[in-house]
Nanobody
């Protein structure tokens, strides 16, 4: 089992920055990849960025150049640095972990609100 706890959400103005963190605990060695997803009100949950255990990183187009995902293996955390925030970035952001044993784990999410 893997437990994920997100932090760092909040209210920010357009053009501002936020830094989200996801702390993982439990069976850390089984994690193959971690990712950030987001879900806006009334919409589906979408992938934002993903980082694998071998360091491969992927971003969706709408965050390229603005968001940066990184991992700190010593602290078992994955961070999402979000810059140049837009109102459409408003959503609940979820951390996800995929294991080598094909299990998927989710955090409870952290709310990001970008005000204009």
């Amino acid at each position: 089992q893997v437990q994920l706890v997100e932090s760092g959400g909040g209210l920010v103005q357009v053009g501002g920055s936020l830094r989200l963190s996801c702390a993982a605990s439990g069976s850390i060695s089984t994690i193959k990849a971690m990712a950030w997803y987001r879900q806006a009100p009334g919409k589906q949950r979408d992938l934002v960025a993903r980082i694998s255990s071998d360091g491969n990183i992927d971003y969706v187009d709408f965050v390229k150049g603005r968001f940066t995902i990184s991992s700190d293996n010593a602290k078992n955390t994955v961070t999402l640095q979000m810059n140049s925030l837009k109102p459409e970035d408003t959503a609940v952001y979820y951390c996800r972990a995929d294991s080598f044993t094909r299990n998927t784990y989710w955090g409870k999410g952290t709310l990001v609100t970008v005000s204009s």
